[in-house]
């Protein structure tokens, strides 16, 4: 069997010579690459998705305060707040998990990078929120919330093989990009929509998020990032709700990583983690830089 691809073309193509789903393939080739059984791989998957929750328990606990006093319990301040223009428990939820997850990595907690430390958030928070408001009977040792984190991944390993997930490589759009287009997919997933549905939403997501900035405040994974978590959670949840009204994208989701790439290596390093240009340069960025030091 053919396990390598670096194109959802070719992903498509290796899943359906095996006469296997998408998700189901992944799970086989990570056994087969591992040197295990498949089961040992759900069994993994399935300790992964409680580390997320355990991530998420925590960051809902209490509010979570940084010791350089950027991260102050946002989603605290979120989930009490009944000044919400949006009443939709799950697009709710969605928001707050997030920031919460993300919180809890800005405080040294623990968490699964998904796909790194600074985007932590954004996929278990879409995800989580979907399973809160909507399908509690899903839990970690269901097939179905597996298969939703396994489409996740998958658009993951696509970007991975085709540009980067590195913010210092290609800026933010590389990090909480990548993840609003890993949590886009995986949620079109858990909402039913073909495979090839999935990978429109996160060709709608991704290509919403070309150029942006990777700008830390001090160096650090909070300020922009642990907001972006969610603002990009609400970028997924946009982009699997056109995928589920029959939308496509213009432009193949492979071509977009392409982009993606290509935008990346044209920005100036000030703007690929350096922590100096953007947000971090600005006379309050500077300031609180001089503070922590």
């Known amino acids: 069997m053919n396990w390598k691809f670096t194109s959802s073309i070719d992903l498509l193509a290796r899943a ?7 998700c189901d393939y992944l799970v086989k ?11 040992a791989i759900r069994a993994e998957l399935a300790r992964r998705i409680r580390i997320t929750r355990h991530s998420l328990d925590e960051g809902m606990s209490r509010p979570q305060l940084s010791f350089s006093g950027l991260t102050v319990g946002a989603a605290h301040s979120l989930a009490a707040s009944a000044n919400s223009p949006v009443a939709d428990e799950f697009f709710g939820k969605a928001l707050v998990y997030a920031l919460a ?8 907690g623990k968490i699964v990078a998904f796909p790194t430390a600074g985007s932590c958030g954004i996929v278990p928070g879409v995800l989580w ?6 399908s509690p009977s899903l839990g ?18 696509l970007v991975a093989a085709r540009a980067t997930l590195a913010g210092a490589e290609g800026g933010c759009q590389a990090e909480c990009g990548a993840a609003a287009a890993m949590a886009a997919a995986a949620l079109s997933q858990l909402m039913g929509l073909s495979t090839e549905a999935c990978i429109d939403a996160a060709a709608l997501s991704l290509k ?9 405040v001090a160096g650090l994974v909070e300020v922009p990032c642990v907001k972006r978590n969610a603002f990009m959670a609400a970028n997924a949840i946009t982009a699997a709700s056109l995928a589920a009204a ?8 492979d071509e977009v990583v392409g982009a993606m790439k290509s935008i990346g290596a ?5 703007l690929k983690e350096s922590a100096e240009g953007g947000l971090a340069v600005t006379p309050t960025g500077l300031a609180v830089a001089q503070r922590i030091r």
Do not use: H, K
């Not at 929120?129 to 909507?134: N, Q, V, Y």
């Open 101 to 108: 997850v993300n919180e809890v990595n800005a405080c040294g």
């Open 140 to 157: 970690p040792d269901s097939r179905v919330f597996q298969d939703a984190f396994t489409m996740a991944s998958a658009i993951g390993m």
């Open 16 to 22: 359906g010579d095996a006469g296997l789903g998408l």
């Open 246 to 253: 029959g939308v496509r994208s213009a432009i193949p989701f």
């Open 208 to 216: 919403n998020c070309l150029g942006l900035a990777c700008d830390p």
């Open 129 to 134: 929120a979907w399973r809160d408001a909507r």
């Open 29 to 39: 080739r990570d056994a087969f690459y591992a040197g295990t059984s498949e089961e």
């Open 266 to 270: 044209s920005m100036p390093a000030s």
